[in-house]
């Protein structure tokens, strides 16, 4: 990764370019393709071929061209992410994760709320009014029993049934007057 290459431009090839400028372009050669060998020997292969094409024009310098000294420049490697901007997508995951975690209290509490208040109502709502108990239910209860006992005989309940009659003409007479 950390490798550095050499280009060096000779005065031959400017000169080259310089006289092709009115010509018409030849067709270039497709390069061939590459093996796999191992790396390293192709880059001192490649330099020593660059190096050598230098050497001979070396002395040959165009007037008006100066010859230039050789530029090195550095591989750089693919850029990495830094640490600040990991440390800033971290600390805004814990913010996030902690505004998550209050949001979700809040939701429980207003469930709660809602609970509470829904119960409430419904009881205020569907609450049953107070309610009279049933005037004359001994009565009724009495007479009720006494036509159990007597199926075949059913005229020995009259006296219970007299006095269950006469306690509902008492409730109806209650309720239809008006200081009731």
């Known amino acids: ?16 370019l310089s006289e092709d400028g009115g010509k018409s372009k ?3 050669k497709k390069p061939k393709p590459k093996t ?14 660059i190096s050598d094409g230098f050497d001979k024009h070396k002395g040959t310098a165009t007037p008006g061209w100066p010859l230039q000294p050789p530029i090195f420049l550095p591989v750089t490697p693919p850029p990495t992410v830094a640490n600040a901007e990991l440390d800033a997508i971290r600390s805004i995951l814990q913010e996030s994760q ?6 979700q209290k809040q939701e429980e509490n207003m469930v709660q709320e809602v609970t509470q208040r829904a119960k409430e109502l419904r ?3 569907f609450k049953l009014p107070y309610q009279k108990p049933m005037p004359c239910l001994a009565e009724k ?5 006494c036509y159990k006992e007597n199926t075949k005989d ?12 006469d306690c509902a003409r008492r409730v109806r007479q209650q309720v239809s007057s008006p200081l009731g």
């Open 141 to 145: 209860d009495a007479c009720l029993e």
């Open 36 to 49: 796999h060998a191992p790396q390293q020997s192709q880059n001192r292969a490649h330099e020593k071929q």
């Open 1 to 16: 990764m950390g490798e550095s290459f050499t280009i060096q431009i000779s005065s031959n090839l400017v000169s080259r």
């Open 123 to 125: 009881d205020k709502e």
């Open 154 to 165: 059913p005229l020995k309940c009259a006296d219970v049934v007299k006095t269950f009659a």
């Open 98 to 103: 902690s505004v998550l975690e209050r949001l």
């Open 26 to 28: 030849k067709k270039t």
